[in-house]
């Protein structure tokens, strides 16, 4: 059946063949094969999927989002909020503003905490790479797992009632409310592209560099020294995965593509996808901005629970698979 | 009248500001930048995500980084 992406691979084999004049069988043509088959195809789902966001969140305002979310219970909230979270990607420098403004506005802790685990982990570049470079079921996958994990995770909090543990000042602050404005059509398109372009232009470097990296990978390291650290024998290679992506954070474009190269040499699907998680959700600034918030003991049950969530995941996932 | 930079300081705030210095240089308004980084005085302000810009005190955009033109009927207003 031809696939959708059948003139990428047409392009990518003219590249090689007639451009490059390299057989795509070599080592440096499957190089470069690997390179610009994927590159062009990621940016594409990158500004298909950030324009679809980015217009529908014009819808969920984080006002409107509060307003759905405000005194909702335990576990219809949280799957509400985990809902909303793929839609709503945000930067972590908001993280904290965004649960003053929560928690005032009625809307519970552990409801609060779904939301910000899933908007975050589910974010366009996430999900436009995985889909790209591993398949449409992988990046449906990571959605489920996602929001999974952002019921789960809120729930928990929810039910261990650690109020006592947010800093007392987030109850105190007097809240201003903000206005939600209706937009006309056109705006909330134009709203679209704007986030679209920025965000495309913040990564499409991390995009070429990470498939560059990748494509190397995928011409030039044998396979088995993949599967030896990262394969199916190694039991604590999902961990191992989740620790490295930590660090990694705000870099999963560049990081992706790499692991694309590793997993067809090998590394098992769920430990790709509990890597991702890790980067996206489990990211040093964001923990670092959030203490502002949470109290130390708080703070822990939150990477804690989150540390715990991601790598179940994977070895579920590799278990089923 | 005075210009309000909402957020924690990240590169998003600085590209807000740069757009709002320009939108009123172009305009020729005599105005004053204010850079709020604390919290507690973003969340009182109603903001809920950042960057966000404020003019005398009422907060007019959240969440983007708005371009000079779309900065400039805001301070018409004002």
Partial sequence: MPSVFAPYEWFARWCVERVFGLDPSTRLGASLEFFFYDVPKVLTLLLVVSFVVGTLQTWLQPEAVRRILGGKRLFFGNVAAAGIGIFTPFCSCSAVPLFIGFLKGGVPLGVTFSYLIAAPMVNEVAVALLWGLFGWKIALTYIGFGVALAIAGGAVIGMLKLEKWVEPFVWEVPVGAGDVEAMPWRARLAEGWRSTREIAGKVWPYIVGGIAAGAFIHGYVPGDLVVRWAGPGNPFAVPVAVILGVPLYANVAGVLPITEALAGKGMPLGTVLSFTMAVTALSAPEMIILRNVLRPPLLGVFIAVMTAGIIAVGYLFNAIL | ?78
Avoid at chain 2, 34 to 54: N, Q, S
Avoid at chain 2, 58 to 78: F, N, Y
């Fill in chain 2, 1 to 78: 009248m005075k210009i309000q930079i909402l957020g924690s300081g990240c590169a998003k705030c600085n590209q807000l500001r740069e757009s709002a210095e320009a939108a009123a240089r172009e305009l020729g308004i005599s105005y004053e930048i204010e850079k709020i980084t604390d919290f507690r005085e973003i969340a009182r302000m109603g903001a809920l995500v950042t960057p966000a810009l404020a003019i005398d005190g009422k907060l007019k955009l959240v969440g983007k980084v708005a371009t000079p033109d779309e900065i400039k009927p805001l301070l018409r207003q004002s």
